[in-house]
């Protein structure tokens, strides 16, 4: 969360690009993240839920399950979506198996199969991205991204008709991990594109925000999460959209 604010209640579901600076992992009440630089523009806080390589359907998830969330939609004023960028990594197996990896036992085998996995990946991903129809295998399929973002828009529409949705369009990264491929952004981006303007979903063009930040290295060393002059710009794009959406709301007493 933000400092105490007076301004607008923005709920921001992310995958780890809200909370990882250019060193590691911060505190959510970290001033210079992107959800809280948005925050501090319009006077308001954030109440930010997020988790390492959330998908669309990490999201979903997090929305129908965590009874935090429920208590805070009837004082929010608007809720991002930080959601799509993880799916168009490549994954080479479901999202479903990987996340079994962490309780395979003995920890001997649990180790070798992590060591396995992500040892293979990079190359794995450059074969695919060279040879296999749409680059190769993603960690959520667009279609169902899609799926999963229409549904958080749903289930929030219904309890908030009127509120302002904005969607992060996926960025870039320049992972060694993932074998610096990005052959799935574009289908992904192109399908969120059609389905926030038939949706009625705001959007932030994130990627021309951070694409030279990390091409020259400024971001953090595994070439996927910002450094703070990217959470900035980010966080400043965010505060215009939200601004122009909200309009009368950010001068409401509180």
Request: net charge positive; glycine share 10%.
């Amino acid at each position: 969360m933000s400092p105490s604010a007076t301004g607008p209640t923005v709920l921001v579901v992310a995958d780890s690009l809200a909370f990882h600076g250019p060193e590691r992992g911060e505190p959510v009440s970290e001033p210079r993240l992107w959800p809280n630089v948005a925050a501090a523009a319009l006077g308001g806080r954030t109440e930010l839920v997020a988790g390492l390589g959330w998908t669309a359907r990490h999201g979903w998830y997090a929305l129908s399950h965590d009874p935090r969330i429920w208590a805070l939609m009837p004082g929010l004023d608007a809720v991002v979506l930080g959601l799509g960028g993880m799916d168009t990594l490549p994954a080479p197996l479901p999202t479903a198996v990987r996340e079994l990896i962490p309780v395979i036992r003995p920890v001997w085998l649990r180790r070798a199969v992590r060591a396995a996995y992500w040892g293979s990946l990079p190359w794995v991903a450059r074969v695919a991205a060279r040879t296999l129809p749409g680059g190769g295998l993603v960690a959520l399929p667009p279609r169902l991204s899609v799926h999963y973002l229409e549904t958080i828009r749903r289930a929030v529409r219904v309890i908030r008709p009127e509120i302002p949705l904005v969607l992060m369009l996926p960025g870039a990264h320049f992972a060694p991990a993932y074998g610096q491929v990005e052959a799935g952004r574009q289908r992904a981006t192109d399908a969120y594109r059609a389905w926030a303007a038939g949706a009625g979903v705001l959007t932030v063009d994130v990627r021309p925000l951070v694409l030279e930040h990390l091409r020259t290295g400024q971001g953090n060393p595994d070439g996927i999460h910002y450094g703070w002059a990217a959470h900035e710009a980010v966080g400043t794009a965010l505060a215009e959209v939200l601004a122009e959406a909200l309009g009368p709301a950010l001068e409401r007493p509180r």
